[in-house]
């Protein structure tokens, strides 16, 4: 059996069309207004793949906190992944749920083994290459993908920073 959801889920994820018109939302309806926004593609990963092959993919990520929970938002900008298939269907929303795990890889063969495929999978976003992220095909039996990601041991400054007082001039 599968202890993959024992563990603590780590974020919500959303994809969004358009990530500067979703943060200006959240800040102006919700006042969150801390945001870190990263470009994920071939400049920052050293992996990247698609439906188990061989992939070139870009994505603006904003991440903030609701209240403590990590949330990300994501953009995809060009190339095939998994949020371009989920905005064609849905437009905009909750499409994965986040887990951290302390061996991406020995994860990586627990799900396979359980019948879990790999949609899509990236590394390398630390500062020493290190950091992975796999997406299980579980949208089907579950209403969500799941997401396994170990962490970095230190991570890479985000390509900028949106608060209040640098993004949003009242």
């Known amino acids: 059996m599968y ?20 943060i200006k939302t959240y800040y102006d309806k919700f006042n969150i207004k801390d945001w870190e926004v990263y470009y994920y593609g071939p400049e920052l990963l050293n992996l990247m793949k ?7 993919f870009n994505l603006k990520i904003g991440l903030t906190y609701f209240g403590r929970t990590r949330v990300e938002f994501i953009q995809p900008v060009d190339g095939d992944s998994i949020h371009r298939d989920f905005l064609k269907e849905h437009k905009y929303g909750v499409q994965h749920l986040g887990i951290y795990v302390d061996c991406l890889e020995e994860e990586k063969k627990i799900a396979i ?9 990236g590394a390398g976003f630390g500062m020493d290459g290190d950091g992975h992220f796999a997406y299980l095909d579980t949208i089907e039996k579950f209403g969500v993908i799941y997401e396994i990601i170990e962490r970095p041991i230190q991570k890479k400054l985000p390509t900028y920073i949106i608060s209040k007082e640098t993004f949003y001039h009242e």
């Open 113 to 121: 083994k359980e019948g879990f495929d790999i949609v899509m999978e």
């Open 3 to 22: 202890n993959l959801l024992s563990k603590s889920i780590g974020q919500i994820a959303f994809v969004t069309p358009n990530l500067d018109d979703t």
């Open 50 to 56: 698609y439906k188990g092959q061989n992939s070139s």
